[in-house]
DNA sequence: GGAACTCGCCAC
DNA sequence: AAACGTGGCGAGTTCC
């Protein structure tokens, strides 16, 4: 069978759009409140003088003082490091790729000191206000930012952007995304709008290995992987699905243990990872009872393992061990062994190509084969919608504008009256025509929603139904 | 005094 | 046999 695919030619047209399209949308750039920005960076600055006032007073800054050669400065990780591992001759509980003792938060944690627990408030709230709200301010004119995105930095052909960067504005943390997303806004009286594909890099990774049992998992609503691998890691039963620490424990295993095996990972990391996930470490290598979240009244997930033969991280980690076997053998054999094929053929060929007609060369790990194809084409899904949208926009002559992009999502700035036309072309751009134009795309593909109210800022946004 | 490096940390 | 993919950016440090 002949199997056709786009060119190099068509990938270099298609990127030469998406540059236009990204272009107009760096143009328009959103709103930013700028006396906000500045409001909060002198509270930020205030907290932070706070707390440094009552380090400088402690034995531990003192000590750190004297033991440095030079002039002292609390910004310093290679200070800190040198005092921590050298002076203080504390045992580095993790060792940096140059192979210095690390000073990362999951290192300095481990020890439990006050002070350093000072230090790392401080780090956060500098992060915010250095990185984030002071990139905001650089970079406004005239109440507006606009976000970079670049199309020729990325190995694996996806999207980087730059001043500011708004593909990693904080989210998680719920303190950081609040203070740096309440100062982002649409123009006054529009919504702010980002809508991002459910799941984009399983659906894509399905295309390529095309195995029977992730695609069940791709088109059955009513399946969930992570909820099966949860059960699977920690012993539980269906029923457990209603029990209060089912959220907890479903998220432990997509992000301690299914996600991670996708890019590539194995038990040995996964172990610790999900042992904290359920809280069961870092501080103990073998659990007491009553630890981790209550799988039911008085049952603690310690003494749920326990029951289950599980009592320390060794045994965990063995079980992980036989898990993984598991899931690359029995739940994703078809994934497995695309794996190993897609390996072969790049050891063979030196190259691997994607659908998109993208073909990536150079060195590459046994991971980086498997990976990029799938992160590039994922992001190209995303690109070839907002190329779409760019030009319905544009012909229909809307005032929705496009303003941004992060590599499965888009953000737009909606007019009231445009909010539900727009969803619907969403729809029909990002789902309906995307499948329809792309052969290689085997598995249903399904975006969600997310909309502030008007004159809200991003921080605000609520899923919004589209029908 | 700037380039290049390391480290840490934010996103997907 | 080996063992997590892609970026940007601030601050500190080192090199020239």
């Excluded at 047209?13 to 949308?25: M, P």
């Excluded at 445009?418 to 399904?446: F, G």
């Amino acid at each position: 069978m002949i199997d056709i695919k786009p060119s190099k030619a068509d990938a270099y047209k298609f990127f030469h759009e998406g540059v236009l399209a990204f272009n107009r949308a760096e143009e328009q750039g959103l709103r930013i409140d700028l006396e906000y920005c500045e409001r909060v960076q002198k509270e930020l600055s205030e907290e932070i003088k706070t707390i440094l006032k009552g380090f400088y007073q402690t034995r531990f800054y003192k000590d750190w003082n004297r033991s440095t050669k030079g002039k002292p400065n609390i910004n310093s990780n290679s200070q800190l490091g040198h005092y921590l591992y050298k002076v203080k001759k504390l045992e580095p509980p993790k060792t940096t790729e140059t192979g210095q003792g690390s000073t990362d938060e999951e290192a300095l944690e481990s020890f439990d000191i006050p002070e350093i627990k000072d230090l790392l408030r401080v780090r956060k709230l500098k992060k915010i206000r250095d990185t984030y709200l002071k990139g905001f301010i650089k970079e406004q004119v005239d109440g507006y930012i606009h976000p970079n995105f670049n199309l020729h930095t990325v190995r694996t052909f996806r999207s980087s952007g730059n001043s500011p960067n708004f593909q990693n504005i904080p989210k998680r943390d719920k303190e950081a995304a609040e203070v740096c997303r309440k100062a982002l806004f649409a123009r006054p009286g529009n919504h702010l709008v980002e809508v991002d594909y459910s799941s984009i890099e399983v659906c894509i990774s399905a295309c390529y290995h095309k195995d029977p049992n992730m695609i069940k998992y791709i088109e059955d609503p009513e399946s969930d992987m992570h909820g099966d691998m949860a059960e699977q890691i920690f012993f539980l039963d269906k029923l457990d699905k209603s029990i209060p620490g089912h959220k907890t424990l479903r998220s432990a295993a997509k992000n301690g243990f299914v996600f991670p095996q996708f890019y590539g990972d194995y038990y040995g990391n996964n172990a610790p990872a999900l042992a904290c996930g359920w809280g069961g470490l870092p501080e103990n290598k073998r659990w007491g009872k009553g630890q981790g979240v209550e799988r039911e009244p008085d049952l603690f997930l310690s003494d749920h393992l326990r029951k289950n033969g599980i009592r320390s991280l060794r045994s965990f980690t063995e079980h992980i061990k036989k898990i993984e076997h598991h899931f690359w053998n029995q739940r994703f054999p078809v994934y497995n062994q695309w794996k190993e094929d897609w390996w072969n053929e790049y050891q063979a060929k030196g190259y691997i190509d994607m659908y998109t007609g993208f073909r990536c060369s150079g060195i590459m790990s046994r991971n980086d084969a498997t990976n990029y194809p799938i992160q590039g084409t994922a992001f190209h899904c995303l690109l070839w919608a907002f190329i779409k949208l760019d030009k319905v926009i544009r012909k229909m002559r809307l005032k929705t504008r496009l303003i941004g992009q992060i590599h499965d999502a888009i953000v737009l700035d909606v007019p009231p009256d445009e909010l539900k036309k727009v969803s619907k072309i969403l729809k029909k751009v990002m789902v309906d025509l995307l499948v329809k134009e792309h052969d290689w795309i085997i598995v249903p593909m399904a975006i969600e929603m997310d909309v502030g109210g008007p004159g809200e800022s991003w921080n605000e946004l609520k899923p919004y139904e589209m029908k």
